[in-house]
């Protein structure tokens, strides 16, 4: 350094620098001047800075650590706080899931005790709706049988007048229908169930026209109507069919023409 112009202009006669290394990394210095005299610096007194510096440089390496430490520290407790929080969170939204939970299936079984109670409800009215059924057709099924029984015992009398005779016959169908929409009634409930079957059999279908139509004759002739029956020639004399329900379905067309016309 004696020839440096600074050192010169100052009159310093003894410099040290002593470098501030941590494992092999430069970390800072110690520079001292002495301008009394030359050789200040000793190897003992150079020794005791060297010791001094690795000492300095130990507490920066300290100092360091515990900022870093604190720093981590600060970092761990806000990391902490976060997650806190976030636990905080999840366990008031699971708390709340947890409470419509509940209230979903207390509201569950309370619609299932509603269900119940309409089920047995329904289950009651339909046992009063087949007393009820069951009672009306006892009830109508003893004069329709006394009416039955005289319709057989004149369709069994020498009748001379053909009027006469179409009327018993009238009287002997009517009576059998009727007995056959009881016997419905009775089933009822196999056909609200779906279970409705039909039961085909041969029947005369001139026959059963020719009946049908003297039936709604007499209706119709009552409201001033003139009611004809034709019957075509290529109607087949005989089908295989349901004879009651075949009679329903006529019965109720011939019915409604005759109300409306």
Do not use: W
Not at 162 to 185: C, F, N, Q, W
Not at 206 to 235: K, M, N, P, Y
């Amino acid at each position: 350094f004696k020839h440096v112009p600074g050192v010169i202009a100052r009159g310093l006669r003894s410099i040290l620098c002593l470098p501030l290394r941590e494992q092999g990394r430069l970390r800072g210095a110690i520079y001292l001047e002495n301008n009394l005299s030359p050789g200040a610096f000793t190897v003992q007194r150079v020794a005791v800075l060297e010791h001094l510096a690795s000492q300095i440089v130990i507490s920066i390496t300290n100092a360091k650590l515990y900022q870093d430490l604190k720093t981590y520290q600060e970092n761990l407790e806000g990391l902490v706080t976060a997650r806190t929080q976030e636990l905080s969170k999840t366990l008031t939204e699971l708390q709340a899931a947890q409470d419509e939970l509940l209230r979903a299936r207390e509201a569950a079984e309370e619609a299932q005790r509603e269900a119940e109670l309409q089920r047995e409800l329904a289950e009651q009215a339909n046992q009063a709706k087949s007393d009820f059924l069951s009672n009306i057709s006892h009830d109508l099924r003893t004069p329709l049988n006394a009416i039955l029984g005289y319709a057989q015992i004149l369709e069994n009398a020498p009748l001379v007048d053909p009027k006469y005779r179409r009327a018993v016959d009238t009287i002997k169908m009517s009576g059998g229908h009727l007995m056959g929409l009881m016997e419905d009634l009775l089933n009822l409930s196999e056909i609200e169930a779906g279970r409705f079957s039909l039961d085909a059999t041969e029947v005369n279908l001139r026959e059963l026209v020719t009946q049908i139509a003297a039936l709604t004759s007499e209706s119709a002739t009552q409201r001033g109507l003139q009611f004809t029956c034709t019957l075509d020639e290529s109607l087949p004399d005989s089908i295989l069919i349901d004879n009651k329900r075949l009679i329903q379905v006529l019965l109720n067309l011939l019915s409604n023409a005759v109300k409306f016309t």
